[in-house]
């Protein structure tokens, strides 16, 4: 008939819409599991259905350092590139930032040639250099870029102590942030302190800024029976109070309040601190332990992400760290995985923190302020003498983890935020 569009042999059928692109940029991908490899990898895997994602990214360097990736392969429906770029030693500062230049040398020539107009871009904070050289391919080829943001520069910075407030650097970091926001479609955080410093940066830009926190692993994490437990057997404290921390051991935590309240613990109370994970102090960190001689102490290094159903079940209380000054800079992505195995926390934040701010609403633990020894002891002793109560914050954390931090309401907020009717 006139006008049929539909036919039996299938002629004249309207071709499938072709989806938009979306390229997600970051340093770290799969196979690399550590927190910013993990998010990026099941953010772009997650909008593989209704979007064509490309994946553009470096060789392995961190827990996967060693392996070399193929240069192209398509994983879960995402086409990934890894370019070109040396992967020296990364806790050596020299080499790091040798990698830093050539990974973005690399991206840039990369993200020009591929770049096309109206492609939709998602680029992490991390390394710093990022998000510019990104932002730069994005206005050469008239694309449109979103920034996720898992850490503020200059703020962590100025909070670890590596630069001044008011010092030339902070001011011209500032001044180049001030124009990778302008031309930001969106601006993506994981924290809604982050969401308060960036509305205060942005002001008069007029930039959309969306809060998204990170999830947990519901999918591999989940309470397990502690008598069950292969790591407290094998440490031999199955039948001590176990305080662990299970992270990046980097600049921005606050390990030093944690050992000096584990050194005049000693002997007092029947405790053991854990530390599980590697990073700029953890050397420190073991040097501390050996020493002081700390017999409650134990130090374990980096883990693979498939055991952490064994250790963050092999504790009661799970740790979570941050120096002074923090606030608006970062959310550690440990913590929901904290709750997943359904544990309380103690985190050493600032108040008003995003980290400080889940712990109170869900009602799963305690906070002290970053460098204050005298409290942080004083709670530790307050938890121990009301142990009783722990279970009940264990359900609550790991409902929490199932309600609002699941990965699938992640990932359906930012398809939410990369429809058309949106950017």
Known sequence: MKGETNSSNGWNQTPPKEKPRLWVVSEIYYPEEISTGYYL?????????????????????????????????????????????????????????????????????????????????LVVTAPPSLP???????????????????????????????????????????????????????????GRDMNELLKNKTNGLNIPIVFIPNWADLESIHPTPRDENAMLSDLGIANKFVFMYAGNIGHPTDVESIIECADRLQGTVDLHFVFIGSGAKSTWLSDQVKRRRLENVSVLGQRPRNEQIVFLNACD???????????????????????????????????????????????????????????????????????????????????????????????????????????
């Not at 001044?175 to 302008?182: D, I, T, V």
């Not at 954390?397 to 990932?411: D, E, P």
């Open 132 to 190: 510019f050289i990104s932002a730069l391919a994005c206005l050469v080829k008239r694309s449109n870029y979103t920034l996720l943001l898992h850490d503020c520069y200059p703020e962590v910075l100025i909070a670890v102590g590596k630069l001044k407030p008011n010092s030339l650097l902070s001011k011209l970091v500032n001044l180049l942030n001030n124009w990778l926001y302008k031309h930001a479609s969106k601006i993506i955080v994981v």
């Open 317 to 423: 209380v799970g740790l979570v760290s941050l120096v002074k000054n923090m606030w608006g800079t970062a959310m550690p992505s440990r913590t929901y995985n904290i709750l997943a195995a359904g544990k309380p926390i103690l985190a050493l934040t600032d108040h008003g923190s995003e980290l400080a701010r889940v712990i109170e609403e869900e009602c799963v633990g305690w906070y002290t302020r970053p460098g204050d020894v005298d409290e942080l002891q004083a709670k530790v002793l307050e938890i121990y003498e009301h142990r009783d109560t722990l279970r009940e914050m264990g359900k609550r954390a790991r409902a929490a983890a199932m309600n609002k931090y699941s990965r699938a309401s992640a990932i359906a907020r930012y398809a939410r935020e990369f429809d058309p009717a949106t950017l």
């Open 41 to 121: 990898t099941n953010i772009a895997e997650g909008l593989a259905e209704n979007y064509n994602v490309k994946a553009i990214c470096g060789q392995p360097n961190y827990a996967s350092r060693g392996i070399r990736a193929a240069r192209r392969e398509t994983r879960n429906n995402v086409e990934i590139f890894r370019v070109t770029s040396t992967t020296l030693d990364k806790n050596v500062i020299p080499y790091r930032l040798l990698n830093m230049i050539t990974l973005s040398i690399s991206m840039l020539i990369f993200a020009i040639r591929r770049f096309t107009a109206n492609d939709r871009v």
